[in-house]
Structures are given as C-alpha cells and as structure tokens.
Nanobody, 114 residues
Framework: VQLQASGGGLVQPGGSLRLSCAAS????????ITWFRQAPGKERELVAT???????IYASSVKGRFTISRDNAKNTVNLQMDSLKLEDTAVYYC?????????WGQGTQVTVSS
C-alpha cells in the first residue's frame, strides 16, 4: 500500500491549486481517504475526507473553497483548492484508513504568498 501526494507549489492569495493523492495497492473506492495539513509550529489538522460511501466532510476553515473528489479510474483522491489564503500555507498529506492500519503519503508543500 502506498500513497503519493502531488500538486503542491507556490501560489498568490486568491489563487488555486489542485492536489492529487495517488493510491497503489488498494482501491480508493473502498476506503476513506482524508487530506490533512500541518503548518509550521502547528498541529496536523483535518482538511477534507472522502468516505468509502461517497460522502464528503470538510473543515470549517476550507468549506466553500476546497473540493475533494475521487477518481476511481485513476485511483486518486483530489483536492481542488480555490480562493487560497495565506493561512492555507502548510504541508498537505493524504491518509488512508485500511483497518487495522493507517497509511500516510509523504506530503506536498503548499505556499500561499504574495
């Protein structure tokens, strides 16, 4: 089982980025995939979840700006991030809950700066 996060970069406030979490060794349509982020000096926090049942959950800080989606054909879970703010700067990680274990991707840096 592996998760590969990609798509991070440097963007100006108000801009957009699209992150991708590519899975191997399992099918994303059977398990919940969650995006987390961790800013310097802060704890890791949940950003958005795509559940195995197809439901989506968002942190209040990103609701209305971020959209999580699943592409079963590509075996990826994506995070479209619009209207980015300075406080969205963080390393973004994807996580898969595959009982009895939890798997993490390596993280991708998102920097929002003018």
């Amino acid at each position: 089982v592996q998760l590969q996060a990609s798509g991070g970069g440097l963007v100006q406030p108000g801009g957009s980025l699209r992150l991708s979490c590519a899975a191997s060794g399992f099918s994303v349509d059977y398990y919940a995939i969650t995006w987390f982020r961790q800013a310097p000096g802060k704890e890791r926090e949940l950003v958005a979840t795509f559940t195995s049942g197809g439901n989506t959950i968002y942190a209040s800080s990103v609701k209305g700006r971020f959209t999580i989606s699943r592409d079963n054909a590509k075996n990826t879970v994506n995070l479209q991030m619009d209207s980015l703010k300075l406080e969205d700067t963080a390393v973004y990680y994807c996580k898969a809950n595959i009982p009895p274990r939890v798997y993490w991707g390596q993280g991708t840096q998102v920097t929002v700066s003018s």
